[in-house]
């Protein structure tokens, strides 16, 4: 089944405790991206990828790494979590980027104390 | 860059009544234009998507939107409401005006279908 598989779908954690999100997806798409969801302001992109090994920022990068080694993976880096980070994330994967659409996985809900 | 704005964030109706969900965007260049549904707890999915072509797009689950370039807008409509309808649904316009090509997504209207 194409998917876009997010790990893991809850998260709690402590300030400053550096956690990873991880995405895989098993549709050899080139283009993955990270949306964050909050009350009120939709989706926003975090960071985004055309290819292997090549990332850029989002609309609200700050806080966050990510790295793109495999094709298939996509994972989301968090060094220093911090309380305005507590989110929905999501990771979506598309075969040619906006134009086409995004297959979105199922999201993760972080919560930072 | 392009936005997107979704009036209203809170669309209540009846069992059978007509869905008519409203979406403006703004675009310098001509888009592609999406509406996604969030059921509670589950991730985004593609309910339908305009690209070019034909203006009146059919989508999954009986909706369909009207892309009508005049009044910068891509409404989404079902004629007949059913409870499992209720969600979250998001307009979202592709940014082309930039390699990266994102989604820029409205800020969401919540559905809900009364019996």
């Known amino acids: 089944e194409a998917q876009v598989t997010q790990n893991p779908r809850y998260l709690i954690t402590v300030t400053g405790k550096k956690l990873t999100v991880t995405c895989s997806q098993n549709?050899?798409?080139?283009?993955m991206s990270w949306y964050r969801q909050d009350p009120g302001l939709g989706l926003r992109q975090i960071y985004y990828?055309?290819?292997?090994?090549?990332?850029d920022k989002g609309d609200v990068p700050e806080g966050y790494k990510v790295s793109r080694k495999e094709k298939r993976n996509f994972p989301l880096i968090l060094e220093s979590p911090s309380p305005n980070q507590t989110s929905l994330y999501f990771c979506?994967?598309?075969?040619?980027?906006?134009?086409?659409?995004?297959?979105f996985g199922s999201g993760t809900r972080l919560t930072v104390v | 860059a392009q936005s997107v704005t979704q009036l209203g964030s809170h669309v209540s109706v009846s069992e059978g009544a007509l869905v008519l969900l409203r979406c403006n965007y703004s675009s310098s260049v001509p888009p592609y234009l999406f509406w996604y549904v969030q059921y509670p707890n589950q991730g985004l999915q593609l309910l339908l998507k305009?690209?070019?072509?034909?203006?009146l797009v059919k989508g999954i689950n009986g909706f369909e939107a009207e892309f009508k370039k005049s009044e910068t807008s891509f409404h989404l409509t079902k004629p007949s409401a059913h409870m499992s309808d209720a969600a979250e649904y998001f307009c979202?316009?592709?940014?082309?005006?930039?390699?990266?090509?994102?989604?820029?997504f409205g800020k969401g209207t919540r559905l809900s279908v009364i019996a």
């Open positions: 305009y690209t070019t072509g034909a203006t």
């Open positions: 549709m050899n798409h080139e283009y």
């Open positions: 979202a316009v592709s940014d082309l005006s930039s390699g990266n090509t994102p989604l820029v």
């Open positions: 990828s055309m290819n292997v090994e090549v990332t």
């Open positions: 979506a994967s598309s075969l040619s980027g906006g134009r086409a659409g995004y297959t």
